[in-house]
């Protein structure tokens, strides 16, 4: 062989060499030294003319470049060292991808295909080309080489599965790259150089991984080492509603929009951090994923890993050739979360925030307050004349006018700031960093938007207002209780200055509220708890009807002894237990106290009689005193049937989802319900259908008068014959005399209860 044509088989070997190249530029992280190297070989194939090729390291690359210099050494010297076959092999050594040079048969494959196949040399060359190939993928592999044979192609890619022989019949996934050889071994040959799959995830010993990948509901994406994306599977595909050949060689950033689900801002490009930081990449729970078209939204938990390569002794982590990225759709998940969040922390009626939440908040803004030294005003809010909406026209009048007063409020203070429902017409705002003085004229807005709002049901119109306590919230301030005490006291002191009014809480209004008993309550009741002074007694309620041989028995009734052992009765408590939410503990204790003097005997009940325990509005909002009560009744096995709970009216309406899930609950198990004080509203006889109730107590206040006033009387015979319509018994309480007595006894009314009956008696004097 004559130099030229030495030079002409080292020009041919040189398309060969880049077709080597080609694929290993895809996975290596210095490029530019193989662009080099190429580029040197093109000009050798061009001109003829050898050069010298500088050799830059002892890596793969380094092991090429040395590898060409001897050729160019040998063929420079006039002496031709060795046959193309020989330079071939040569070259196909220093490149660490499985190399074959087949027809059908393999003429040639190089140690590296040998240990991926887990075949040696010896036993590859001779064999089929298409035996190593997956039958599922044979089709493909048949009309590759074909389109290259025939010379339809110059060059052709794929990515095909292929078999090893291995025990258990592992397979792996390559993209190859096939070129025609003129003349090998005197034949017409192809080239099939085998490189990493697309994404490198493809290539694991596993035959059903792309399978796996199409068919998982996590969207995948793979890229090179560039930030490239070259694969999506189909899940991604519906994610980002872009597909695989649209988004390959693009960014992941031009795919993904990725945003803050909070504040909406763009969030960094996951691979890019990945790469450039070599490590796993989270973005947590608060990634928003945008389709192309603006129209969906999902969120998502987005996770970047990188893809590695194979390690060594000398780099045991192996290096990176791309990243892959994993996208979880959360948004279902997300959405009943925040929806499960949203109906805890919000009042059901109005939609803003209820006790609880707000309580939260004002807590994090006293800490706020303690810890930087800001202000923040906290105003406590009750309406003027919202009983006469409710006792007019009910409960369901109440709850739209609730509604709309609710967002009166809601449009006067900020974005940054708190509005809350703390109880049946009662509202609160958090001002957040707002002046005292800012914070009067929002609270003189809100009041003038009250005053001039009118609200109308059917035929009639009502007017009211809203009285509004304010405190500063400052480095001072002390608990959330103490915070919203004072806002109550301001609040109290508005309304007696007139209605419709605001005032700021001050030192004074402290010494006030001393004076007028509230706050020294709330310490007697405290340590009535803590102390266990409060004590049960109960009051006959006889029968009328002599032949009466089921229905209530008796009350039990609650006192406090002070610290004297001073009995007080509940209306010198009662009120301040309400205003400080003291009632659903109290309550508890009542319940408990005479169900255990049931169980004990301290009380008996004759035979198919009840007895009547009083409950308060709180006690009826607590969502935790049903529990409570079920808990009492199975571990003190007291028949649920001898026990009647008393509710007023207004602690039904007030607390009506509570209620009637109350009533259901412990109505099925076999207690009933008296409606305590019924016609103290005007709207009782609207209500009581819808109540449930088994017994109706007549108000005291008509019983106490029936002897001069016809009008009592006129109203206690039309509550008689409500009662018996709806076939619910009726007991009259406050019966002092025999006068009162005999009266209503001629309306019907079934049972009686008062000091003209019985005087309440404590508990240990019944034995």
Same mark, same amino acid.
């Given at each position: 062989m004559t130099l030229n044509m030495e030079i002409l088989a080292i020009a041919s070997l040189v398309g060969i060499v880049l077709s080597l190249l080609f694929l290993w530029l895809l996975r290596r992280r210095d490029r530019s030294r193989i662009a080099k190297l190429s580029t040197d070989l093109e000009e050798v194939a061009n001109t003829g003319e050898f050069k010298q090729i500088v050799v830059e390291g002892h890596d793969q690359v380094g092991r090429l470049e040395t590898t060409v210099n001897k050729l160019f050494k040998s063929l420079e010297g006039g002496r031709p060292s060795k046959s193309g076959q020989a330079l071939f092999s040569q070259l196909s050594a220093a490149v660490p991808e499985p190399v074959f040079v087949h027809t059908e048969a393999i003429l040639f494959a190089n140690t590296v295909a040998a240990d991926k196949t887990n075949l040696s040399v010896g036993r590859l060359v001779g064999s089929s080309m298409l035996d190593l190939v997956h039958p599922d993928s044979r089709e493909l592999a048949l009309?590759?080489?074909?389109?290259?044979?025939?010379?339809?192609?110059?060059?052709?890619?794929?990515?095909?599965?292929?078999?090893?022989?291995?025990?258990?019949?592992?397979s792996f996934w390559s993209q190859v790259l096939v070129r025609p050889i003129e003349d090998f071994q005197s034949k017409k040959a192809l080239l099939t150089i085998l490189g990493p799959a697309p994404g490198g995830v493809l290539s694991q010993d596993n035959g059903r991984a792309k399978v796996t990948l199409e068919s998982i509901g996590d969207g995948v994406i793979t890229t090179d080492i560039t930030g490239k994306i070259d694969y999506m599977n189909r899940a991604?595909?519906?994610?980002?509603?872009?597909?695989?050949? /649209?988004?390959?060689?693009?960014?992941?950033?031009?795919?993904?929009?990725?945003?803050?689900?909070?504040?909406?801002?763009?969030?960094?490009d996951p691979v890019q951090i990945c790469l450039s930081e070599d490590r796993r990449v989270n973005l947590g729970r608060r990634a928003l994923l945008l389709s192309r078209g603006g129209d969906?939204?999902?969120?998502?938990?987005?996770?970047?890993?990188? &893809? %590695?390569?194979?390690?060594?002794?000398?780099?045991?982590? +192996?290096?990176?050739?791309?990243?892959?990225?994993?996208?979880?759709?959360?948004?279902?998940?997300?959405?009943?979360?925040?929806?499960?969040?949203?109906?805890?922390?919000?009042?059901?009626?109005?939609?803003?925030?209820?006790?609880?939440?707000?309580?939260?908040?004002?807590?994090?803004? !006293?800490?706020?307050?303690?810890?930087?030294?800001?202000?923040h005003v906290l105003c406590y809010m009750d309406l003027d004349r919202f009983k006469a909406v409710n006792d007019t026209c009910g409960h369901m009048a109440g709850d739209n006018m609730l509604r709309e007063v609710a967002g009166i409020i809601k449009d006067k203070v900020r974005d940054s700031d708190s509005v809350g429902r703390l109880g049946g017409d009662e509202f609160g705002m958090l001002l957040v960093g707002c002046p005292l003085p800012k914070a009067q004229q929002i609270a003189e807005e809100v009041c003038s938007a009250v005053r001039e709002y009118r609200f109308i049901w059917r035929d009639k119109i009502f007017d009211i207002g809203v009285s509004i306590?304010?405190?500063?919230?400052?480095?001072?301030?002390?608990?959330?209780?103490?915070?919203?005490?004072?806002?109550?006291?301001?609040?109290?002191? @508005?309304?007696?200055?007139?209605? +419709?009014?605001?005032?700021?809480?001050?030192?004074?209004?402290?010494?006030?509220?001393?004076?007028?008993?509230?706050?020294?309550?709330?310490?007697k009741l405290q340590s009535a708890i803590k102390e266990?002074?409060?004590?049960?007694?109960?009051?006959?309620?006889? @029968?009328?009807?002599?032949?009466?041989?089921? +229905?209530?028995?008796?009350?039990?009734?609650? %006192?406090?002894?002070?610290? *004297? +052992?001073?009995?007080?009765?509940?209306?010198?408590?009662?009120? @301040?237990?309400? %205003?400080?939410?003291?009632?659903?503990? &109290?309550?508890?204790?009542?319940?408990?106290?005479?169900?255990?003097?049931?169980r004990n005997g301290d009380v008996r009940l004759p035979d198919r009689r009840i007895c009547t325990i009083n409950l308060s509005g709180q006690t009826i909002g607590d969502s935790q005193f049903l529990e409570y009560v079920v808990e009492c009744l199975d571990q003190t096995g007291v028949d649920p049937a001898k026990i009647c709970f008393e509710v007023t009216e207004t602690s039904v309406v007030t607390n009506l989802e509570h209620a009637r899930r109350f009533i259901a609950v412990l109505h099925g198990m076999g207690c009933?319900? @008296?409606?305590? *004080?019924?016609?103290?509203? !005007?709207?009782?006889?609207?209500?009581?259908?819808?109540?449930?109730?088994?017994?109706?107590?007549?108000?005291?206040?008509?019983? %106490?008068?029936?002897?001069?006033d016809p009008i009592n009387r006129a109203m206690v015979n039309a509550m008689v014959d409500l009662a018996r319509t709806l076939d619910i018994k009726v007991v009259? /309480?406050?019966?002092?005399?025999?006068?009162?007595?005999?009266?209503?006894?001629?309306?019907?009314?079934d049972y009686v209860q008062g000091y003209g009956i019985e005087r309440p008696r404590p508990l240990e004097s019944l034995n």
């Open positions: 009309k590759t080489w074909h389109s290259v044979m025939n010379r339809e192609k110059l060059t052709a890619q794929a990515t095909i599965e292929f078999l090893t022989a291995a025990e258990d019949v592992t991604a595909e519906q994610l980002t509603d872009v597909e695989q050949s /649209e988004a390959e060689q693009k960014p992941i950033s031009q795919i993904l929009s990725l945003v803050d689900e909070s504040s909406r801002k763009p969030l960094k969906s939204e999902y969120s998502i938990e987005v996770t970047a890993s990188p &893809i %590695r390569q194979n390690g060594d002794k000398d780099n045991p982590g +192996g290096e990176i050739v791309g990243a892959v990225v994993v996208l979880h759709d959360v948004t279902e998940l997300r959405g009943l979360s925040k929806q499960d969040s949203y109906q805890a922390s919000h009042d059901a009626l109005t939609g803003l925030f209820n006790r609880r939440e707000f309580e939260r908040r004002l807590e994090e803004m !006293l800490n706020d307050a303690h810890s930087s030294n800001s202000s306590g304010l405190v500063e919230i400052s480095q001072e301030s002390g608990t959330v209780f103490d915070a919203l005490s004072a806002a109550d006291s301001a609040c109290y002191f @508005a309304k007696q200055r007139g209605r +419709g009014l605001v005032h700021v809480y001050s030192a004074k209004d402290e010494a006030v509220a001393r004076q007028r008993g509230e706050i020294q309550w709330l310490q266990d002074r409060f004590e049960l007694f109960t009051q006959a309620i006889v @029968a009328l009807v002599s032949n009466s041989k089921d +229905g209530p028995a008796l009350e039990f009734l609650l %006192r406090l002894r002070d610290e *004297d +052992g001073v009995e007080i009765s509940p209306p010198s408590f009662v009120r @301040a237990a309400e %205003r400080y939410h003291l009632m659903p503990t &109290i309550d508890r204790w009542v319940v408990s106290n005479a169900l255990n003097a049931l009933s319900f @008296a409606l305590d *004080d019924f016609g103290s509203g !005007l709207s009782s006889f609207a209500n009581l259908k819808n109540l449930g109730m088994d017994y109706l107590k007549i108000d005291g206040t008509f019983i %106490r008068t029936l002897a001069h009259a /309480e406050h019966v002092e005399d025999e006068t009162a007595l005999s009266l209503v006894r001629q309306m019907g009314v």
